[in-house]
């Protein structure tokens, strides 16, 4: 079964630094999504990306955060200046959509990110 | 603002129990449902959508209430590979949107031998 695939598993950084979290998402998906999940909290919504453009995106997606797309099989959330606060898991989900009613997204299996 | 409200648990169940777990959602014109699973620091994993006449699915039937707002999941025969959190989960909004998810902050169920 085909599925969304994430790198690295787990990242560690120093708060300041720059970092780039990969997927790959499902081969004949159209719609690409990034989450994160702060230990103990809900799945909350970052960014959603449809025909090489950002669609849609929560206060929490601010001028730090930047998603891309620079080939046909990566998508990639950037962020500029880490913050501590910025310590989640990340996931990155992919659908495919049909009319009003939306396919289910499929979910990578994370990056860990730790701020230090 | 656009919330999903679940009871929290946990569900202590002996296994071949029946157990229910129940959502509410906020925004009126979200239009796809699902039940998703996620085992402790892993992945949502889509268990089933919601469609509005009720599904089933092997041992888990899903229900819908658009009505009342009210989603539910019913697990029969439970095993202990059961034991999870489920995810009541909404799409944002109409079709003028692209999907965005709406999580529920899950229900603990605990599945005993």
């Known amino acids: 079964e085909p599925e969304v695939t994430q790198t690295p598993s787990h990242q560690v950084t120093q708060m300041g630094q720059e970092v780039i979290l990969r997927c790959v998402p499902i081969s004949n998906h159209l719609y690409f999504y990034w989450y994160r999940q702060i230990l103990g909290q809900k799945v909350e919504f970052l960014v959603s990306?449809?025909?090489?453009?950002?669609?849609?995106k929560s206060e929490i997606f601010d001028d730090q955060f930047s998603v891309e797309r620079p080939d046909g099989s990566n998508f990639t959330l950037k962020i500029r200046s880490t913050k501590l606060e910025d310590s989640a898991m990340y996931f990155c989900?992919?659908?495919?959509?049909?009319?009003?009613?939306?396919?289910?997204?499929?979910f990578g299996d994370g990056t860990r990110l730790s701020i230090l | 603002r656009k919330e999903v409200e679940q009871d929290p648990g946990p569900f202590n169940v002996p296994e071949g129990a029946t157990v229910a777990f129940n959502c509410t959602y906020s925004?009126?014109?979200?239009?796809?449902f699902f039940w998703y699973r996620q085992d402790c620091r892993k992945e949502p994993k889509l268990l089933m959508s919601v469609y509005s006449s009720g599904n089933e699915d092997g041992r888990f039937t899903a229900q819908l209430n658009r009505a009342s707002q009210y989603i539910s999941l019913l697990i029969r025969d439970s095993k202990l590979s059961d034991s999870a959190t489920y995810l009541c989960v909404v799409n944002e909004g109409d079709g003028g949107s692209q999907g965005n998810l709406i999580f529920g902050k899950g229900t603990k169920l605990s599945v005993k031998p």
């Open positions: 989900a992919s659908s495919t959509s049909a009319g009003r009613v939306y396919q289910p997204q499929h």
């Open positions: 990306f449809y025909n090489n453009e950002i669609s849609e």
């Open positions: 925004n009126s014109a979200s239009q796809s």
